[in-house]
């Protein structure tokens, strides 16, 4: 059995994801997944996100 400082967990990719808010605005950011991505859009500008897509290139 292996001891728990021999375990480690590697750290999650972050990947780039593009906020659209309705009204327009896009907030590009980093995260490792969507809903990150979603809460750190909404402190940089609150309002209404339409929709959260990732960014095509390295995932």
Do not use: C, D
């Not at 990150?36 to 959260?52: D, L, M, N, S, W």
């Amino acid at each position: 059995m292996l001891s728990p400082k021999a375990i480690q967990i590697a750290p999650r990719k972050s990947s780039l994801f593009r906020v659209r808010f309705y009204g327009g605005a896009t907030i590009t950011t980093t995260a490792a997944n969507a809903l990150q991505a979603e809460q750190k859009a909404r402190r940089q500008r609150p309002g209404f996100i339409e929709t959260v897509r990732i960014v095509k290139g390295n995932r």
